[in-house]
Each structure stands twice: as C-alpha cells, then as structure tokens.
C-alpha cells in the first residue's frame, strides 16, 4: 500500500453521529482538514464544537474523501449523491451492511471506480455526536469492502484513514462481510434479545436466580432497537439464512426434549441434544483470544475481592509482584455477600506459582 | 427457623463428584462429621483424600441428613435408596431439576415428609471431584425445594447447611424452580450452544471479526455436553415451553426478515424487528444488579491499558485513591494492538470525579 499524507488531506464526513463525529475527532487530530454536514443543523454544529471538523460550505476544493456515516438504510442514497456531486473524490461509508449498499450503486450506475465501502467494527451502546470520542476506533476491526472495479488509489486512501483513525484493517468482499457479520454480530443480537424477552414472562424472584451466565448472554440486549433495526433490515438475507439454520436446529431440540418426556419412547433423542452441544463447544473454540491471537486455552485463579475500594487493584498489584501477565479478569457477584469472586485467568504454566503467591499474600484463593 | 448445632451432626454425602466434595469439604470445616460414598471406590477415596469426610462402613448410626450429589438422571433413584435405607433420615439432592426427582418418588410412594430437594447455584465448566473446593458455594444462591408433606424440621436442616456451605436459600416448589432455571440458565445454554456452532460453518478470518458481544453470547458454549444433555433431558417439559416460545418469535422475525428483502412489500415486517428489540431491553432491565440488589444503571469510564504486568493494578490502584467504589469492571481485547480497553463501572455521581483523577495521573481515558 502507497503512505498518503494526511496533512491537508480533506476529508467531508457525511453524517455527524457517533460514528461520523468519532471520526472527525480522530481524523482532526492527525492532521487531515474535515469537513463536516449533516441534515440536522443542531448535530453538526455540535460535532463542529466538539472538535470534529469545521462545516461545509459552498465553495472551496474538491474533497479528496468523502466519508459517509448516515444510518444504514440510507447510507446508499448518500453514498450515490456523494459520488455525483463530486466526480473526483472517492467514497466510503461507515455503514455496518455492505450488500445493499452495493447493490443500490450498481442499480442507480454509481460510479463504483471511487467507491470502496468500509466497517469499523466500533459501536457503543449509546449513539449520537454527544458520544463521540476520537479514540473510539483504537484497536478495532475496520473491514475495507472495494468493489471488483475499485482503483487501488481509493481503496489504499480508505486503509489509510482507518489506520489513522486507530483501526487494524481487514479486507473483504460486501457479500463476505455481510455472511461473516449476519454470524459474528447480527445473530449473535437476536438470540441475545429473545432470551432476555423471556425474562419478562417470569417472576422477579425466578429473574433472582440468574448466574453469570444469563448476564452474560444477555447483556448486547441492552442494545438499541432502532439502529439494530436498520442493520438487520439491512442484512435481511444473509441474517435471514443463519437464523433459518438456527431455526431448524432449535426446532430438532425441541423434538428431540419432548421425545425425553416420560410418555414418549425417546429414541435417539439424548444424542441430539448431546451433538448440539458439542457443536457449541467446537464453535467456541474458534473464537480467536486476547489481541487476535490464536485461540488460547489459560487456566483460571481464583481469589475472593472484598467489596470495599482498592481491594481489587491490591490483588491485581500482587498478581504484578508474582510475575504473571493477567491475560483476562472477570468479575463474579456473589448473592447478598460483601465480596466478589476475581476469576484471573493466565497461561497454564503460571497457574500453580500465580495461587502460591497470592496465598502467600494471605488472599484466600478458591482451591 | 430453629438453629440446628452443627457440631456432631452426622451428614451423609452420595456422589462426590464437584458438588458432593465440595460440600463435604465444607460442612467437615463446619464441624459436621461427614461421611461419603460413590459408586466409584477411586472417587470416593480421592474424595476423603480431599478432606470431604470418612467413607460410610458399615455400622454406625444412622445420618441426620442424606445428601444426593449423584448425576441428574440418577438422583430419583438414589433418593427413593437413600429414603428407603435410613429410615429416620431426612433426605435430599442437589439436582438442577427437581420436577422429576419428585414424580419419581410420587410413583414409588416414597416417604416425602423426609425428603426436601435443593439446588446449589454453583457450577462449574469443570467436573469431578479434583476440581472440588470448600467455597464453592460462597455467594450462591440455594434454591430449597420441599413438597408439600416435607416436615418443617427437614425443611429448616437442608436450609441450614446451604447457610453453613456459604449459600443464601430461597425456597420454591419444584414446577416454580424447573420453569425459572429453564428460563435463566438451560434456555440460555442452548441459545449460546447454537450460536456457537454457527462458527463452524464460517471462514476463520470472518471469526475473527468477533466483538464482545460474541465472546459475551458464547461463553458459557463451552459448558460440558453430557452434564448439560441430563439437565436438559430432566428439565424436557419447562426447557422445551420456553424453547417453543423462542422457536416461535425466531420464526415471525425470519418472516420479517424476509418481509424486508427487496423483491417483499415488508408492511408491517420493521414494526415485528423492533418490538423483539424493545422487548429484549425490557428483559434485560430485569436482572439484578451487583449482589442481588436491585436492577442499577452504572455510567462507564474507559481507559486505555497497556498489555505488560502490572498496568491494569496500577489502573485500579488509582480508581481507589480517587475515592471510587468500582461496580464491575470488564476488559476488551483490541484486535493487534499492545493494549486493552479497561471498562470501569460506576455509580454516575462518581463517573465524572473518576474520569478527571485517571486524567491527572496520566491515564488515556476514552471520551
């Protein structure tokens, strides 16, 4: 990929919510010029304050890239205009479908030479500008999504504004990017919401009975309804196919738990439950770990935390003295207890001088 | 409920696996003299090794109390044994499911004044007696489960060792308990189980786009599957309602889905995508905060952490001299990057006190 110099470079971002504003912090501050419009007056004056970049106005160059962060179900509308008012830029969108986007431009004769979509994989579960934050893509995923006619030129500029912006880049074709995320991300929200759905068909005190697990499963269905109502309609194919899968498989569980039921004869039934969640644990498995690294097995230690102030930092301090890099940490709540459960988890072969020292420290530590 | 000395109470255990070992470590700390037996003369042996108790011989006087720790699918039986053998011996198990524990003993018109059932909330995603520890019921929730002839005195005994193993009770019928683990804990281990799985059909680089949100859904996916496969097999009739009910809101989005695709009118399809959002929100709203208290919104203060030993301690030792109760605290692992993203959780009074004293330390605090 060519270096683009990113100073005086300009940039009109489209668009001034989270994702746009966040953008135009980013890109400010490493020296790109931004401007910035929105169809609300209100939103881009408020991203302008907050430093994103300064608002557009009629005259002046051609900008070099055109960002577009409108929600999704117009990001294609957006897009197209982008690329007929300004036949010399090139044109990317932040839109978290890529499929309908592409799909739109080919229909309308876009010019899709200049176009090069793009996803930075880099949601809150709060939106709008007053959320922004310039560092809200570091260490994130931004999937480059070039159509087959895309000039090297534009699709090496967009890399180079999410590298700016703090991302690790991937590359991907729409209809790639729109299968891995339908499993990775939008499937993922369904479940998640329709299993916390439940809850409310239930007792407070049967609520009471949640573990870590529930609260884990279930915590993206804090998320917000109108935006992930876009996305999914935006990825209504691909969403489509795995929850259909997901369908047929749900609906071989419930066959095969009602052929467990004392009335019934039940053949073959526990093995269909048992491959299913085997199943689980193979997928699981491939989730990658810490950094992107390859998936790693660490084993867990862990010590019961104190409910008061600077206890937690005290055991991560004595964690620090033993020598081992914590690789996860995850906080247990016990039930109507003044304490936590602190589960560290390392690689394997510090488990074992990880406890010693911490007991030595006169932390109790879980056998 | 009256206190009952633990001192020279003769406690029998049946099954020591995770949760008879445990619990026979924790009840002999207690001063109970505990006795164990399994099947398996090597389990029962690494069990006294252990310190959960002496092995049961022959003689001797009968237990006050039996406990079943045996597998799900085998516990009635062990139960209707245990009942039929000691005569004057209140009994009970500790089974996630409960419903057909009861139904057995019904059939066989055991002695149910004798017998309470129990629940410890406190799994493990490891097995077996070498994984046994005296707190593992620390903090968790024990779910006591009489019937309706159960003696109150039988009643109060089973209470009181959950007490004396560090558990807080709560008592239910067994149909009330058997549709709210099937709604908070067996439906959502099959949800993440079939997410999971999705996975496999993926290209490993599409895995690799994974957020938290995928990490948080598919944990507890990595559950041991014939375990699971008896929970669910004994729970068939509650976790199947729930799973139809699920199946059934899984089919009306996938015909909203479907709605929505270009070639579709989709009137009416958005309004179905949105409602299941909403109610997902609501659900969620439900569970409880940090140690069972009520449902609390908490405002988040992110800051960067650099991936070497000792950093995140440091984080938190300076959340403690600002004065700040942490509420929870969740780490995000960047995607290449040498750094973590350190979530901090806390009341929103303190958020913005917070937010300026990891500033003045030199912490990068995310806007």
């Not at 881009?44 to 106005?57: F, I, K, M, N, S």
Request: net charge negative.
């Amino acid at each position: 990929m060519g270096e683009v110099r990113a100073v005086g470079m300009k940039v009109q971002i489209r668009g001034t919510g989270l994702i746009g504003t966040s953008l135009g912090i980013a890109l400010s501050r490493k020296g790109y010029a931004v401007t910035l419009s929105d169809p609300s007056p209100t939103a881009e004056r408020l991203a302008r304050d907050l430093g994103a970049g300064a608002l557009v106005t009629g005259g002046g160059d051609e900008p070099d890239l055109i960002v577009v962060a409108a929600p999704p179900d117009v990001a294609g509308a957006v897009v197209q205009c982008a690329l007929a008012d300004h036949p010399s830029s090139v044109v990317t969108d932040v839109a978290s479908v890529k499929g309908v986007i592409l799909t739109h431009l080919i229909d309308v004769g876009a010019d899709l030479s200049r176009y090069v979509g793009g996803h930075p994989m880099a949601g809150r579960e709060r939106s709008g500008a007053m959320h922004a934050r310039g560092d809200l893509f570091e260490g994130r995923a931004w999937v480059i999504v070039p159509t087959d006619v895309s000039r090297t030129s534009a699709t090496d500029l967009v890399q180079q504004i999410a590298r700016d912006a703090g991302s690790v880049t991937m590359v991907m074709a729409a209809s790639e990017h729109d299968k891995a995320v339908a499993t990775v991300s939008h499937v993922p929200q369904i479940v998640s919401s329709l299993v916390a759905a439940q809850l409310r068909l239930i007792d407070q005190d049967a609520v009471a009975l949640a573990g870590q697990g529930l609260r884990d499963v279930t915590r993206i269905a804090a998320s917000d309804p109108r935006l992930w109502t876009q996305i999914l309609a935006g990825n209504a194919e691909a969403v489509g196919g795995v929850l259909r899968r997901v369908h047929g498989e749900l609906g071989e569980l419930i066959e095969a738990l009602h052929g467990l039921m004392p009335e019934s004869d039940g053949l073959g039934s526990l093995d269909v439950v048992a491959r299913a969640l085997t199943a689980g644990n193979s997928g699981h498995a491939l989730i990658p770990g810490k950094h992107g690294a390859a998936p790693a097995a660490y084993d867990s230690v862990t010590a019961l935390v104190p409910d008061t102030p600077g206890e937690l930092a005290r055991l991560l301090t004595d964690v620090g003295e033993a020598g081992v890099n914590l690789e996860d940490l995850r906080l247990d709540h016990g039930l109507g207890q003044p304490f936590g459960l602190a589960e560290i988890l390392v690689v394997p072969a510090a488990a074992e001088r990880l406890r010693r020292a911490l007991e030595r420290q006169g932390w109790r530590v879980l056998e």
